[in-house]
């Protein structure tokens, strides 16, 4: 089986080249994303493997099976970036991998709730200039703090998990409840309760049509003056220029992204000598109390192994014609 990589990253290389050993696939590297002009790169293919910022629209859909290729392999958990439908069309298989570790995303919430709660990260650079002084710095206890969890699924619980070790309450929001979490001491509650009650909100929901937007001017309104906003999921769950006006008014507290709305033609890049255009992300750079992070929640070694090895079996059960048990197929 031929296999096409797109928006490859050195250490994608790596991990997918070690695993691939005991599958044998031809494996071809490309560091750009897919998109309708990049989709001529592919020369004949059976598969592609693609990541959460190329953006597999019908005319990029129509251009893959042109070349041939029958199955998408997602190494991402998200498929928000698909049009599922057209897949359908094109008679081409879309897999992912579902779960690689969900305690590296969840641990990185935890890593940014700490940061902006402690700033660390200001302690270290202080520390560097021989500035001992402490103004500033303070924080909160987490011990007692009310955290709102929006999405108990596999990140969501580990998160819950966590923030229960550390003493909080632990109010959460889903679609469905999960009895796990109400045994361990998870209260779920309707969602203007969750925003109005939490003195952190983390988001852990995909992105669908149902929360493009979930924070929105209403919602940030329903929230705790001086609430905590983190967010690992995907940047279409905030509207971005309204959480900027609840910034700059002291409504939101401090504010952490590892995700945005735009980051496709930022994240993953070096663009250290380059003028930034996107004055949004911009404006979010400039406040103390806003922390970004570029897409790096699942970035841990064990995930690594996980996504290599998930993403080349579902593609052997793919060319065996096993079940493909992490196919992602149209909710109906
Ligand atoms: P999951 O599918 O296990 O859990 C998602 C949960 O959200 C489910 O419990 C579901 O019922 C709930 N949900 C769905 N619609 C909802 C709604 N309208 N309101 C409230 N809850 C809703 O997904 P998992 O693995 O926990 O991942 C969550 C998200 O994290 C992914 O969709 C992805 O966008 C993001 N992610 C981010 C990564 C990063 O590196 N920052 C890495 C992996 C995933």
């Known amino acids: 089986m031929?296999?096409?990589?797109?928006?490859?990253?050195?250490?994608?290389?790596?991990?997918?080249?070690?695993?691939?050993?005991?599958?044998?696939?031809?494996?071809?590297?490309?560091e750009v994303a897919l998109s309708e002009s990049t989709a001529n790169l592919i020369d004949k293919s059976d598969a592609i493997c693609v990541f959460v910022n190329d953006r597999i629209t019908l005319a990029v859909i129509k251009?893959?099976?042109?070349?041939?290729?029958?199955?998408?392999?997602?190494?991402?958990?998200?498929?928000?970036?698909?049009?599922?439908?057209?897949a359908v069309q094109y008679n081409i298989r879309v897999v992912r991998v579902p779960a690689y570790s969900p305690h590296a995303v969840a641990e990185h919430a935890a890593a940014m709730i700490m940061t902006l709660?402690?700033?660390?990260?200001?302690?270290?650079?202080?520390i560097r200039e021989q500035n001992f002084s402490l103004?500033?710095?303070?924080?909160?206890?987490?011990?007692?703090?009310?955290?709102g969890v929006?999405?108990?699924?596999?990140?969501?619980?580990?998160?819950?998990?966590?923030?229960?070790?550390?003493?909080?309450?632990?109010?959460a929001y889903d679609i469905k409840k999960e009895d796990s979490m109400i045994e361990a001491g998870v209260i779920y509650v309707p969602l203007d309760e969750l925003l109005s009650a939490s003195d952190i909100v983390s988001l852990h929901c995909p992105l669908n049509k149902e929360t493009h937007y979930l924070i929105n001017q209403d919602t940030i309104g329903m929230m705790k003056n001086g609430a905590m906003l983190i967010n690992t999921s995907r940047g279409g769950l905030i509207d971005t220029k309204k959480v900027i006006k609840?910034?700059?008014?002291?409504?939101?507290g401090a504010l952490g992204i590892d995700v945005?709305?735009?980051?496709?033609?930022?994240?993953?890049?070096?663009?250290?000598?380059?003028?930034i255009a996107d004055d949004v992300i911009s404006r979010l750079i400039s406040f103390p109390n806003v922390l970004i992070t570029s897409h790096q929640g699942f970035f841990t070694k064990e995930a690594m192994d996980q996504i290599a090895s998930t993403t080349l079996a579902n593609l052997k059960a793919f060319e065996s014609g096993a079940i493909l048990v992490n196919e992602v197929k149209i909710s109906k």
């Open 260 to 275: 945005y709305e735009q980051e496709e033609t930022l994240f993953f890049q070096n663009l250290s000598e380059h003028i």
């Open 117 to 126: 709660n402690r700033k660390t990260h200001k302690a270290y650079n202080r």
């Open 2 to 30: 031929k296999l096409t990589f797109f928006s490859t990253q050195t250490y994608d290389k790596t991990f997918f080249e070690e695993h691939n050993k005991s599958f044998g696939f031809a494996i071809e590297f490309f």
């Open 63 to 86: 251009l893959l099976a042109a070349k041939g290729v029958k199955v998408i392999a997602l190494r991402c958990a998200g498929f928000n970036n698909v049009d599922l439908m057209a």
């Open 135 to 147: 103004s500033g710095l303070m924080g909160f206890d987490l011990f007692g703090k009310t955290i």
């Open 150 to 171: 929006i999405g108990t699924g596999n990140i969501g619980m580990v998160f819950c998990k966590i923030m229960l070790g550390f003493g909080c309450r632990v109010v």
């Open 246 to 252: 609840a910034l700059k008014s002291g409504k939101l």
